[in-house]
């Protein structure tokens, strides 16, 4: 088998089983907060699950959107986060796998899960439980306007992503380069390590 075959079906794996264990710990933790929260603070963190996801779909768009060479420019003249995001070009690919299959994903299901959750306590609060008129009418009325605001989000990102690409990601690549010196978090691999392929 191919190498180049090989190390995508390996990076593949790698992103389902990362997809799975997140998507379990953002459930768990959503349905937690969730069930403890009144519906207001509930339909809050929706909201903010949804910006996370549009956040990271931007962040995948505009990694295969920029160019390499003005990070070349920047790292040459030690700007913060340009080495960053120099790795973060040439490994678009997986950058954006990870940013818009796994995060953007997740957020999608989740704030589903979450909007359900939310739909049942606004419910209760009227003492209409699941599968009355009122349940009903809020969960076409809510899952539609947090699909809409999914969507609509996610639009406007990729405009973003692909007319600011540049300063998206060196943003990206200053967020990187504080997670890899002060807390010692390898998010990007090593640039001067040799490919044994």
Known sequence: MDIKIK?????????????????????????????????????????????IGVLFDTLGIAA??????????????????????????RNADKFASFCNDVIGDISGIVSGNASAIVILQIANLFGNGDGSTLHLVLSVVLTSFVAALTVGGKAIGKTLAIHSSTNIILFAGKIVAILESKFKIRVLPDENKKDPS
């Not at 079906?9 to 929260?37: C, E, P, Q």
């Not at 519906?39 to 910006?51: D, N, Q, R, S, T």
């Not at 959107?65 to 070009?89: L, S």
């Open 64 to 89: 295969t959107a920029a160019n390499e060479t003005p990070f070349h420019a920047m790292a040459a003249e030690k700007v913060n986060g340009a080495k960053e995001a120099v790795a973060i070009t």
């Open 7 to 51: 190390k995508s079906l390996r990076f593949s794996l790698t992103i389902a089983v990362i997809t799975f264990v997140l998507a379990a710990i953002f459930s768990i933790i959503s349905s937690s907060i969730l069930s403890g929260v009144i519906w207001f603070i509930g339909l809050l963190i929706v909201f903010i699950i949804v910006f």
